[in-house]
């Protein structure tokens, strides 16, 4: 990240993500994403965890995104 909030919300991000909590993660990165709304790094990482969770949601069932 570009901006100090950038930063903090993406490490929150990456704590969530090795913690296993794909929800909080994604949640952390999107907010992450207001503050540096054209962060190509972000937004495609935010795609992937999409994906993951879409994934996951199959899995289990359960509606998470």
Do not use: C, M, W
Request: charged letters at 25%; zero cysteines; glycine letters at 8%.
């Amino acid at each position: 990240g570009t901006t100090a909030n950038g930063k903090r919300y993406f490490g929150l991000h990456q704590e969530a993500e090795r913690a296993g909590d794909l929800v909080k993660a994604h949640a952390h990165l999107k907010t992450a994403l207001t503050f540096e709304p054209k962060n190509a790094s972000f937004k495609a990482k935010l795609q992937a965890l999409e994906t993951q969770l879409k994934a996951q949601r199959k899995k289990t069932g359960h509606s998470i995104v």
